[in-house]
């Protein structure tokens, strides 16, 4: 049998397996799993003895994967969101931007490369990883508090910022290849350069919020999901090489603006949800490519330069970030969860460095400098969060679980892991407002008793929420996504930001106390996490969970569920009962005989 050559998928086994493998220890270390894929790469790059992977054929998977990731960035941008913190994240990430820039170029041009590579060298330095920062947030439970809202919003601008160094450093690249020097010539690449683009975003604005939402909705009525999956990769992939085609932008601009636009549709959710498992799956790759480029011997052939790097991202960064908080006004805790959560580099960092070094601005060994700065400042970053939060939490009164009190007026929590803080809704004002709840440093439970708790804030959730709350039960709610946050808050409930799959996060929903679970997830396995779990914590809970299957009613039931509700099957026995009045309500809920009830 003849022997086929198959270098594509030679590298996307080799370098999903070794991620797996590293990002799982690399999660049971408590360490970002996108450090376990960048050594992925690196074990399977041209620069390490043994599996030697296509380093073409991952660049362009980097390639796919960096659309994908500026297409999430650009679902997700709000400009709302961005106005309310935009008093200090505007200033803040401009100073703080420039601040890193400068350091990073001293740098470079201490270690004898040129003005245009210093200035690559320092923006890369200058920009944090939202992957890191997000993750780290919502680990300590603080995404949604005015520190997280700050980091976020701050790291919105240092993504806007990028944006605008890709669309100029082609233009400067170009001026340079021209060998003229004279700023006249630079000025005049760069604005042709920015006309295009500018030309580019007025069709997306006005003919692409048109017909991307027609698009969007005509692949919804069809009724197939694989045609919706089709429209949202075909939109990223397909704006993106049209901008590059047409209008000579980047790929990562024009997935940003796809995503921007059909973020403001109706059905951006939908289509957040459905672009997220390829969307990932790349990235994955994404992060494996970048570390086939990494060439480990910088770690010994230039050990210093490496430090300096470090010390620039780890340090340098912090101390301008916190000097700005900190005269912005704002309290310690405020400024050492900024200035923490921005002691790091990366996706966005290997963009512009690939970019640099693409068009010849930058060498070859600045994008290693910028990688070996990025695995270890990641490393570094969850020792940051955890020296943040305990300084923050020692600088919050110990109290009890019962204990509450008024706040002051101009008064804000300065504690960052703090339950109170992030999960009860705004209270009216005047109203006695629960104060913040730690001991030891660490988050205790909901004070609530005899509640129910909601696992989800979907389609599912948020009826069965509403109703709850209709009728006067005290609710929890365990969600990650800020739409459903934001609407289980309108509607009365606590929130706890996290995965409730997540023990630590289901432990803060005190079940014990609880009167009823609700699992409203579509996701099996994690449903099937909750159950068992609090199962385990309390034998008496009645849990009710959603199903989608009958191998997943049986899965839940199994695992301790009271109650498995089918959604096909309840649908055929509403239908059967509207038409059928008499239709006995014992058969309308019977279980079939194939399923035995648990509880």
């Known amino acids: ?69 500026m297409f999430g960035i650009g679902l997700h941008f709000s400009v709302k969101g961005l106005a309310s913190v935009a008093y200090i994240a505007v200033p803040g990430a401009i100073g703080q931007i420039a601040s890193t820039t400068a350091m990073g170029g001293a740098l470079a041009l201490a270690l004898g490369w040129d003005l245009a590579a210093a200035l690559v060298f320092g923006l890369a330095l200058s920009v944090a990883s939202t992957v890191v920062l997000v993750r780290a947030l919502q680990e300590c439970r603080i995404l949604e508090t005015e520190r997280g809202r700050i980091a976020v919003g701050w790291l919105v601008v240092e993504d806007m910022a990028t944006i605008i160094a890709l669309i100029t450093l082609p233009a400067l690249a170009a001026a340079m290849a021209a060998g003229s020097a004279a700023t006249g010539q630079m000025l005049l690449t760069l604005g042709w350069t920015l006309a295009k683009v500018a030309a580019f975003a007025a069709v997306m604005l006005v003919a692409g919020r048109r017909a991307i939402p027609w698009l969007m909705n005509y692949a919804a009525h069809t009724g ?21 085609k047409v209008f000579h932008a980047s790929f990562a601009l024009g997935a940003f603006f796809a995503g921007m636009v059909l973020g403001k549709t109706k059905l951006s959710q939908r289509a957040t949800e459905e672009a997220m498992p390829l969307r990932d799956a790349f990235a994955v790759l994404f992060f494996v490519s970048i570390g086939m480029l990494f060439n480990p011997a910088v770690l010994v052939e230039q050990p210093l330069a490496v430090i300096a790097t470090v010390l620039i991202i780890v340090v340098g960064k912090s101390v301008t970030a916190y000097a700005i908080v900190r005269a912005f ?33 930058l060498p070859e ?13 990641i490393l570094l970053n969850p020792l ?37 803080a992030t999960a009860q809704p705004v209270p009216p004002e005047g109203s006695p407002r629960p104060l913040p709840i730690v001991a030891d440093g660490r988050v205790v439970p909901t004070g609530l008793t005899d509640h129910d708790v909601v696992v989800g804030y979907g389609c599912v959730g948020s009826l069965v929420g509403a109703r709850l709350a209709a009728a006067g039960r005290p609710i929890l709610v365990l969600e990650e996504r800020e739409e459903a946050i934001k609407a289980a808050r309108h509607d009365g409930a606590e929130v706890v930001v996290g995965n409730a799959a997540d023990p630590e996060v289901l432990a ?19 449903a099937g996490q909750v159950v068992q779990q609090a199962r385990a914590v309390n034998p008496g809970l009645e849990i009710l969970a959603r199903a989608d299957s009958d191998d997943c009613v049986r899965h839940l039931y199994e695992l301790g569920a009271s109650l498995a509700a089918l959604g096909e099957r309840e649908s055929a026995q509403l239908m059967l009962a509207r038409a059928f009045p008499l239709w006995d309500t014992h058969r309308r809920n019977a279980i079939p005989p194939t399923i035995s009830k648990a509880r």
């Open 1 to 69: 049998m003849a022997e086929h050559h198959t270098p594509l998928i030679a590298t996307i086994a080799a370098g999903s397996a070794l991620a797996f493998i590293l990002g799982l220890i690399a999660h049971h270390l408590r360490i970002q799993p996108l450090v376990g894929y960048l050594l992925a790469g690196v074990i399977v790059g041209p620069f390490t003895p043994g599996i030697v992977a296509d380093a073409a054929l991952g660049y362009e998977l980097a390639e796919i994967g960096v659309i994908l990731l």
């Open 224 to 244: 197939s999901r694989d045609l919706f999956h089709l429209a949202v990769y075909a939109i990223a992939l397909g704006v993106a090489l049209g901008a590059y």
């Open 329 to 361: 006004g704002h309290p310690a805790g405020t400024a050492l969860t900024v200035s923490a959560g921005l002691a790091q580099t990366g996706e966005v960092s290997f963009i512009l460095v690939g970019l640099g070094v693409t068009l010849g601005l």
């Open 365 to 377: 060994g600045g994008r290693d400098f910028v990688l070996a700065g990025a695995i270890i400042s």
């Open 384 to 420: 940051l969060f955890s020296l943040t939060e305990r300084r923050c939490a020692a600088a919050v009164p110990v109290l009890l679980p019962e204990a509450t009190g008024i706040a002051e007026p101009d008064s804000r929590p300065t504690g960052v892991s703090l339950l109170a």
């Open 508 to 526: 803060l929903a005190s079940l014990v106390a609880a009167r009823r679970l609700f699992v409203t997830i579509s996701e099996a396995f994690e």
